[in-house]
């Protein structure tokens, strides 16, 4: 079977015995609609962030998106701060709900596009060029809302997008889940995801076949940048205050989905379907931990543990697999240097 059936399926089967398991410790409790609707509310800010990795992973060259939390943190601060000098949340609800959406995710598209014109103009490593936009996205948001919360509200637009259900399904994981969607579509679909695709799988030749680089690059980090927006909108939506610090493990948390969802970090492969399931696998065993009464610390070193085991696990594969097939490969063709018999 092809590979990229075998890690759908992996992650279809993880998630299974992630329910069946929770089922048998709890008593039936974990498969109750409210925890599964919980767990389905905290999907979506973490799920957004990591596909926002994934896309920058696809993109090759050790690409990888650092900035994710700490934009998305930026968004809803600089949002909230600027939106409440001119707008009250309380007296004018709509207008600042879908002022404050629009706002965040304009500000991630942004921040994206500062670090993919940084990374294709300067050619600064992906890696290095986030983790500094990160600690300058931070730094803002310190700057901005002074060390502390901001205080959003409950406008009520913005309230139901956090806190209400359709169909029994949160509306958050609604919205995650059709931009997810609509992310697969156009990576399956469109030039765009080819061009990424290819570009990540041998750059050179991508640049040599007339692919757009720059455009490629500017605008896989401007898509990465909006998804933190909008993960920053839902985290405003679901908590009322904003905070420069919010979600200090989810960076994290966001490679771990990435890695589990088969996503090469040398890039050129990537899918939005796995890295959704890996998504919801994470947030089973969190839940699972969080039944057994563990620490958030105790969960933080259990994710660092997980992030090493499937690196050298794929590593393994590559190396353990690969090369002993290339070796024999390589033995049974003729060696140029070797004598030739005599007739």
């Not at 509200?153 to 399904?169: A, H, K």
């Not at 898509?223 to 927006?229: H, K």
């Not at 939506?237 to 994290?252: E, H, I, T």
Request: net charge positive; with cysteine.
């Amino acid at each position: 079977m092809h590979k990229t059936g075998e890690q759908l399926i992996m992650l279809v089967v993880i998630n299974c015995i992630l329910l069946v398991a929770g089922a048998a410790i709890s008593g039936g409790t974990f498969l109750s609609v409210f925890n599964l609707q919980s767990m389905a509310s905290q999907v979506p800010e973490i799920g957004l962030l990591a596909i926002g990795v994934m896309l920058a992973m696809c993109a090759g060259n050790g690409g990888i998106d650092l900035s994710g939390i700490a934009l998305a943190n930026l968004s809803g601060v600089l949002s909230a701060v600027v939106l409440s000098s001119f707008l009250s949340s309380a007296d004018s609800e709509m207008a600042f709900s879908l002022a404050f959406m629009a706002m965040t995710v304009g500000v991630g598209l942004v921040g994206g596009m500062i670090n993919g014109l940084l990374i294709s103009k300067l050619n600064i490593t992906p890696i290095l060029c986030t983790l500094g936009t990160q600690m300058a996205f931070m730094g803002l948001a310190v700057v901005v809302s002074g060390g502390k919360a901001v205080t959003v509200g409950s406008p009520d637009l913005l309230s139901r997008i956090g806190n209400d259900m359709f169909l029994e399904v949160p509306i958050s994981f609604l919205i995650f889940a059709v931009v997810a969607g609509l992310i697969a579509a156009v990576l399956k679909f469109t030039p765009y995801g080819l061009w990424l695709m290819l570009m990540g799988t041998n750059p050179k030749a991508a640049v040599y076949a007339g692919f757009p680089r720059t455009g490629i690059i500017v605008s896989t980090y401007a898509l990465s940048g909006a998804l933190s927006g909008l993960a920053g909108m839902i985290i405003a939506a679901r908590n009322v205050n904003v905070k420069f610090d919010y979600g200090s493990s989810y960076l994290l948390i966001a490679i771990l989905i990435v890695v589990m969802a088969g996503v090469k970090p040398e890039g050129g492969y990537g899918r939005v379907i796995c890295v959704v399931l890996s998504a919801l696998a994470l947030q089973l065993m969190s839940s699972l931990l969080n039944f057994g009464g563990l620490s958030n610390f105790v969960r933080d070193f259990a994710w660092g543990l997980l992030l090493l085991t499937f690196l050298a696990v794929g590593r393994y594969d590559v190396v353990g697999f690969l090369m002993p097939f290339k070796g024999q490969s390589n033995s049974s063709a003729p060696n140029p240097r070797a004598p030739k018999p005599n007739n």
